[in-house]
């Protein structure tokens, strides 16, 4: 097996020496590729004066799905992993991976654990039932395919500026390709505090993202409509409650409703043109063969 490791980046030099530093002690054998785009943080000569990394791309759009479909296009490998920039893979990784596609997996996934203070957190398998599919979710983070498969889906929709793993999974569900878990496939990074919820001018994306993909990839279905509405209300009851612990005002948990709204009504129907664009199992009409544009400047050491 001939692994191509895909690393996309966005002013995150430090961790990305880190993550770096991890892929070459554990997977020494593998061609890393760094998608950075676009950095303002000397990225670029950090990852230049290394000589570990095998191809840098510079891309100019601040869009993860963009980055991890300009890694595709100069993979070389017959299987394509990708880690994030802020996590380190464990030592047995590789080996993992290594396994996996021995014992003959189509795309394996693992835990993205995050050292907190007296020990470290982990994630396990996520696995749902969506209309008539079986859904097994992966991390964008922490995932490695062969590459057949990744041809196959046409790489990740790049109108997706979140949520583009979980769209990947459901079409891997819709094409009957399975995602294994091995807990031995793991990557850590330190945790870092957060507000613990989605930023108000995230809201209106997060929605509009969840109703694209449902809509895309299932039509309208009761079920799409049914979960949509069941995400809206669960967050709606959470901010109210913050509303009534002082928190928040009545008015800002207006406005989030708002975006709410807006978002499912810009992802519906933004999603129903993409249904009708690409009626293939695939569903994915902002694939890595719809553009060839991505990347302003390439530094590949393999042709040096």
Do not use: C
């Amino acid at each position: 097996m001939d692994l191509s490791v895909v690393v996309p980046t966005l002013n995150g030099r430090e961790r990305l020496a880190a993550s770096l530093d991890s892929l070459a002690a554990v997977a020494p054998g593998a061609e890393v590729i760094v998608v950075n785009g676009p950095s303002a943080d000397g990225t670029t000569g950090m990852v230049r004066d290394r000589d570990d990394v095998d191809v840098l791309v510079e891309i100019s759009a601040r869009n993860v799905n963009v980055a991890r479909n300009a890694g595709i296009e100069v993979a070389s490998g017959d299987a394509v992993a990708f880690v994030g920039y802020d996590y380190r893979v464990e030592d047995d990784w590789y080996a993992a991976v290594r396994a996996a596609f021995e014992e003959g997996a189509p795309v394996v996934t693992g835990p993205l654990r995050r050292t907190v203070k007296g020990g470290a957190t982990s994630q396990g398998p996520e696995r749902r039932q969506i209309a008539d599919r079986e859904v097994s979710y992966f991390n964008g983070r922490n995932v490695a395919f062969r590459r057949g498969v990744l041809d196959d889906l046409d790489g990740f929709d790049e109108y997706l500026e979140t949520g583009g793993a979980r769209d990947a999974s459901h079409r891997l569900a819709g094409m009957s390709v399975p995602v294994e878990w091995d807990a031995e496939m793991a990557a850590r990074r330190k945790s870092e505090a957060t507000d613990g919820g989605v930023a108000d001018r995230e809201l209106g994306w997060k929605y509009r993202a969840l109703a694209y993909r449902l809509i895309k990839n299932y039509g309208t279905r009761p079920t799409v409509v049914r979960r949509t509405l069941s995400h809206a209300s669960s967050d709606a009851v959470a901010a109210f409650r913050d509303v009534l612990r002082g928190d928040a005002t009545p008015t800002s948990w207006a406005g989030n409703g708002r975006d709410v709204v807006t978002g499912i009504a810009s992802g519906v129907s933004d999603g129903l043109v993409a249904r009708t664009k690409d009626r293939s199992p695939r569903r994915n009409p902002n694939g890595v063969s719809a553009r060839a544009d991505r990347a302003v400047a390439r530094y590949d050491r393999r042709t040096e």
